[in-house]
């Protein structure tokens, strides 16, 4: 099955900078690659996506990069602000036809001040 | 703000006895998940349900069960709880997507301490 593999595992940044988290996954057939950002006392929630048919994308401050050749794929987030601390998972989908969705360990980002 | 609730938030109770974690969805999506977060963060799914009289076990091992009688529905139980079962329990949901893409949208959680 899928596997997924993150770094950082906890991220200090000063407000402005920017954050980079990393994750490489193990199945070539997957195509589907989510970021989840987790609030204290909330559940994931989705913040940006790509799909394997795109190298990069960006939505205001936050983007993302897919290497399928390497498989790792990023995120990038930069101007920081202290509402970004926050708990940050990234996702691959399996391969197969249950086709489930294979979470990184988390990256705690925190911003700050 | 997603449209998809847990009951109860926080829940503390002994060991041996029968609990069960309520979460519904008022979106109408045909799937449904329960996943295990640890104090390490790790989100780890344990059960999954592709719509109404489906149920899976996912990549971890639980004691746990499910059922899922109504769309909107979709409770875990424990009927007999155990420290080891301590943890936080996400409930979520997403439309059926064919190729395996689609948001999930996570409920609050539920955090089960059993002394």
């Known amino acids: 099955g899928e596997n997924v593999e993150q770094h950082p595992s906890t991220l200090s940044v000063q407000e402005g900078d920017s954050a980079v988290i990393k994750c490489t996954y193990s199945?070539?057939?997957?195509?589907?690659f989510p970021w989840y950002k987790q609030e204290l006392g909330k559940g994931p929630q989705l913040i940006i996506d790509?799909?394997?048919?795109?190298g990069e994308k960006k939505d205001q401050r936050i983007a993302v990069t897919l290497n399928k050749t390497a498989k790792h794929f990023s995120l990038h987030i930069t101007e920081t602000q202290p509402e970004d601390s926050a708990v940050y998972f990234c996702?691959?989908?399996?391969?197969?036809?249950?086709?489930?969705?294979?979470f990184g360990s988390g990256t705690q980002l925190t911003v700050l001040p | 703000e997603a449209d998809i609730y847990q009951t109860p938030r926080y829940l503390v109770i002994g060991t041996g006895k029968k609990i069960t974690l309520e979460c519904s969805q008022t979106?109408?999506?045909?799937?449904m998940y329960w996943y295990q977060q640890d104090p390490g963060m790790e989100l780890h799914l344990i059960h999954y349900?592709?719509?109404?009289?489906?149920?899976e076990k996912g990549d971890l091992s639980s004691e746990s069960t499910v059922s899922r009688i109504r769309t909107e529905h979709f409770p875990l139980t424990l009927e007999s709880a155990r420290p080891s079962h301590t943890s936080q329990y996400l409930c979520?949901?997403?439309?059926?997507?064919?190729?395996?893409?689609?948001?999930?949208?996570f409920g609050e959680g539920s955090r089960l301490t059993v002394l």
């Open positions: 979520a949901s997403s439309e059926l997507a064919g190729d395996g893409t689609g948001e999930l949208f």
């Open positions: 199945d070539s057939a997957s195509n589907y």
């Open positions: 790509i799909r394997s048919n795109v």
């Open positions: 996702a691959a989908s399996g391969a197969g036809s249950a086709r489930q969705l294979t």
């Open positions: 979106m109408g999506h045909d799937k």
């Open positions: 349900s592709y719509g109404v009289n489906s149920t």
